[in-house]
């Protein structure tokens, strides 16, 4: 019988109204074939809860592997609740109708049955009139609405929509309303871009709003440096929403959660936001193009004509305006973090200020390519408390053995947090270098920056007493993957929070949100901020024109690359939130890492790779010399493609990606390879296969779950095992080689988990063979041992890069003792010799890549090529 256990826990001394939970919820394949019996039941009360369960992926054989479970359920101050999710034996009668959605010529009405919402199809307002609904009348509440955008020259722009999408999918219980566009004004257009969606739960009155704004033009990146003041980034005063109210004859409100509401009779209330207000509010963190700390105020200040002039640090403000029949109440999220904020009442006028006129006219610099995602809560019948949720959403827990029971997520086994790599992992979240406080060390606050992790250990070598680098992290080795995995392992919602604030932040801010720009960037992933260097002014985006050179010799510039692209944690994102932003995500990042490997089809982008690749080829051969016979590279650029590929197959059902993955396996390695001549002993230079190979036990794994155990399986499967025998015989520990590391430090230490990893991996394939298995899992319990010996009580230990790498890699361990299905052994193949090149197949590859230039030629096409180039 399914049963799946779902927990809830108010922590908070506040109490939660009809809190909407969305939370996603995998299952074993052939599980569960429909989503219209799932039952939602209090274990206490044994009464059912209203719920809906929408289909987010499919097994190969049509069942659900992940469903997205939404409800709503009221919780008391301190209280925690048990659900069930279970198959019902009837179909339950009573969920309320579906929000309904009526499309006018210019206009939408939903209609959730408490409130009904008239939104236009032409100017973003948000709002253009909202209703109260039922018991025979209607009376309004909004009564018309404004957005508006000042730029820097002081001239007001509108949000002209040009596209208007309704999503009712996901969801029975609620319906999103997503609204694209430009701002402008009767003369011109801004060239800001936004993007905005409403969504609305039935019988409800709450609505949640998600606004982007977005500059789709690239960058110039002058000489491969990305910093503020690009000629193409676009500068801007404030951004701001603002709704008229009817019968606004009551204002209440609050600076922060813990106070008690406050009332103004004068109808008269601000909230401004100027900084983080922690110990280090002016860090170098918020620098701009001119390298100066703008003139941020500590804290908040808020002000009422009733009541003195509050001051404080952090507010996270409420506000209410209405009566005692009708009314308005307004949360922000992430107020303080995002700031600066703002939040005003004036009479009958609600402003809320995404972004606020700032202190001596100080410019908002949005760059090419960058976005940032806002999220405010409106309540349009609740009373003052009904939004109290809404300051720090509950997250639902299901157990790590029902992960488990699932095989959802790859090499995972349900855990017990006694082991000893756990207690290398504790420092996250306790200690004082936990990820949080790594957030207030360098102030990783801000609407740039919140959700960011700050790159700490990138301060290792600076001098004593110096001022901390400003240094960004952007996800390098998938710390989304990495909280996500502690969470689902630790069921400690602090993990699930870091991993929800950073992957919004990689989606607007780290990912370069361009189709203008080289066809190897558009849509990329920028690199983390320069290795042992200041970020100085170019923000998240890798490289300064401040530093003279890179930590890498001869780099001082470049863009988005290959080597740099995680997607697997904005898949799980996705899964466990519904958060379609991650969705799409995965699916760009996919489309650019086969841009970036495969790069323009015109003709000149054609001959520059045959210069950059057949030619040094050639000229090898020639010379009497070798020259690989593969397309790509040993490298964690090549695993990287491979996993980014496998993500989209399974995110987006797209057979093409899988397809595209067993071609780049065969082009990459052989199970005859001669191994010594890929000089896998020069640790700098070819340390990264080992992220290649864990990339193709990824791909094993997931054949295995398709179940196509075929030639292409085999192919991985004898070519994976083929390298790491020859790990399990000469790999040794790196910094055993430490005179040849440019930089000898832990981070070595901690990548070790990958070769231990792989020969688990090994081991697990070899079960039929009991003596070579134990040879395998030995070598992997030095290497276990070794990790765990060396960074026990390490000073390195708690460093961002360290944790992660430790994180992302979290689960083998536990399968040491998994023996492989031996039902999942591949047909017998002769896969011949490795291949070798010759100069005939290299001029073979040269005519290919010519006749493929003159076929997409364009004039221009050929143009905008050598456009892009001159960035």
Known sequence: MLEIPVCLKNENDFVRTNEVFTVGVPFPVGCLLDTEHISLQNNDSKESIDASFGITSSWSDGSVQWGLLTFRTSLAPREQKLLTLTKAE??????????????????????????????????????????NVGKGSESPVVSGSLMSLEDDNGKQHTANITDTTIDQKQSSLFVSVKQQGEFGNSSQHSGFSFISKLTFYQESSVVKWDFTIWNSAAAKHQGGCWDLGDERSLLFKSLSAQLSVENAEELSWKDIIETEWKTDSTGNFSVYQGSSGGDNWESATHQDSQGNLPSLSRGYLCRSKSHDLIEGLRASPFMHLGNHESGVTVHMTDFWQNFPKAMSVDQSKVTLSIFPEQIKD???????????????????????????????????????????????????????????LDELLKSGLHGESNFFQKRELADEFGWRNFGEVFADHETLYQKPNEPLYATHYNNQYDPILGFTLQFIQKGDTRWFELMNDLARHVCDIDIYHTELDKVEYNGGLFWHTDHYLDAHTCTHRTFSKHNATSSTPGQTGGGPGAEHCYSMGLMYHYFMTGNETSKEAVIKLADWMINVHDGADGLLAQVLSIKNVELKKLIALLKGGEASAYRYPLTRGTGNFINTLLDAFIINDDRSKLDRVEGIIRQTLHPLDDIEKRDLKDIENTWSYTVLLQAIAKYLFIKEQVNEIDSAYGFAKQSLMHYVAWMKDNEMPYMEGEAELEFPNDTWVAQEIRKANLLVHAANYLAVVEPERKQYIARAEEFYDYIVDKLTGSKELHFSRVQILLMQNYGVHLMKDVQQD??????????????????????????LKVFKGVRHFSPAGERKWLKTRGG
């Open 90 to 131: 009837t179909l339950s009668s009573s969920i309320p109708k579906s929000v309904i959605v009526e499309e006018l010529t210019d206009k939408l009405i939903v209609n959730t049955g408490l409130a009904e919402f008239h939104l236009s199809t032409q100017i973003l307002a948000p709002f253009v009139t909202v209703l």
């Open 362 to 420: 100080a410019l908002y610099e949005l760059q090419g390519g960058e976005r940032k995602t806002h999220s405010i809560y409106f309540d349009f019948k609740g009373g003052q408390e009904s939004l109290n949720w809404a300051y720090k959403p509950l997250v639902p827990t299901l157990t790590n053995k029902w992960y488990e029971a699932c095989g959802v997520i790859p090499f995972m086994r349900a855990g017990t947090s006694d082991l000893p």
């Open 822 to 847: 031996q039902q999942n052994q591949e047909p017998v193949s002769n896969f011949g010799f490795a291949p070798k090149m010759t100069i005939l197949k290299v001029i073979s590859l040269i005519v």
